[in-house]
């Protein structure tokens, strides 16, 4: 059995949309990363999104721990043209296709940017390769909310809709196990 420990990277400050937008995160809250550290397991593989705000929060988990590459299968969702933009524009810009994307997620889409359907194929396939080339009972990875959910989705086997309800704080763990083909949620949002 492989336990997977779910870490959302540190927060940016950010009150726009932000997905595929590659902005830092503020990692001086010297405390909370400590504390997160304790208690993340010493023996695990780490990996993250390629974005920086997740990576470089992974530089700071990854002492005494072996570092994997940087993933970009596991980046925020693709916002396209409304990555960046706050919520009043986009809802005022487009309408329908923000309150589907978020009520009714599944196959619709921002322009130029991935839907919930394809955000979880892209995600899911990311967490396949490492499920094939984990050899650890651990490993934790430095990710996103919207990726942080769709793994929610999978473990719970719920509509997406359900799994948007879910907060994730940054800094936050939320722990899967996974043996075989089944998955099981041990808990979510922990903040040491």
Do not use: C, M
């Given at each position: 059995m492989t336990h997977w420990y779910w870490v959302r990277h540190g927060p940016t400050?950010?009150?726009?949309?932000?997905?595929?937008?590659?902005?830092?995160?503020?990692?001086?809250?010297?405390?909370?990363?400590?504390r997160l550290n304790h208690y993340l397991p010493q023996s695990a593989n780490i990996v993250a999104s390629d974005l920086r705000r997740a990576s470089t929060t992974a530089d700071l988990l990854s002492k005494n721990r072996?570092?994997?590459?940087?993933?970009?299968?596991l980046r925020e969702f693709n916002f396209g043209d409304w990555d960046g933009q706050d919520?009043?524009?986009?809802?005022?810009?487009?309408?329908?296709?923000s309150r589907a994307f978020w009520e009714e997620p599944g196959d619709i889409a921002p322009p130029k940017g991935e839907s919930w359907n394809t955000a979880v194929q892209r995600i899911n396939a990311a967490v396949n390769e490492l499920i094939d080339s984990?050899?650890?009972?651990?490993?934790?990875?430095?990710?996103?909310f919207g990726v942080i959910l769709t793994q929610i989705q999978r473990a719970l086997n719920v509509q997406p809709s359900e799994a948007l309800k879910q907060k994730i704080d940054n800094f936050s763990i939320t722990k899967l196990s996974h043996n075989n083909s089944n998955w099981n949620l041990k808990f979510l949002n922990f903040v040491p």
């Open positions: 400050h950010q009150k726009n949309l932000t997905g595929w937008h590659d902005i830092p995160a503020d990692l001086s809250d010297k405390n909370q990363i400590h072996h570092r994997l590459p940087d993933n970009a299968g919520f009043l524009t986009i809802s005022r810009t487009f309408p329908y296709e984990n050899k650890k009972e651990n490993i934790i990875i430095v990710a996103h």
